[in-house]
């Protein structure tokens, strides 16, 4: 039974973002994008009660995507393993040193609308517009 709930909440993890781990070449896209973006708008429409946040951008990088799995219970230590080894061939988008999923960021494009960034790569994000027009406060 412990097995099965810890399987679920790692599976619930895994699958909770649609592209916040992606390839190494996707993630440099993803750089080479925004990166003369002074601002991005961090926007999750499938989440609850979201609404768009500016955020200015003070650094872009691509990062291999590292986990600290908790090995102090003897019964998951394998299967921790396992889903590390597996993670390996993972890396991220880190904005401001922190990861965040390309389905829910929007960069200011070249046609003077906020775009999203995994639509703009053909990755297909789920749910999410292609543009937004954020309300000026």
């Not at 099965?4 to 973002?17: A, E, G, M, N, P």
Request: aromatic residues 16%; glycine residues 2%; contains cysteine.
């Amino acid at each position: 039974m412990k097995n099965t709930i810890f399987i679920l909440i790692i599976i619930s993890f895994v699958f909770s973002d649609q592209f916040a781990w992606v390839s190494k070449d996707e993630s440099n896209k993803a750089k080479d994008l925004i990166a003369n973006s002074d601002n991005l708008y961090f926007y999750c429409a499938p989440c609850e009660n979201d609404i768009p946040k500016l955020v200015t951008v003070k650094s872009i990088a691509v990062s291999k995507v590292k986990h600290k799995w908790l090995f102090g219970f003897p019964s998951f230590r394998k299967l921790c393993y396992n889903l590390e080894s597996t993670f390996k061939k993972h890396y991220e988008l880190k904005i401001n040193n922190e990861g965040h999923d390309l389905a829910y960021i929007y960069y200011y494009n070249k046609d003077g609308k906020w775009e999203n960034v995994a639509s703009k790569l053909n990755l297909n994000p789920k749910e999410v517009p292609l543009f937004i027009t954020p309300n000026p406060k």
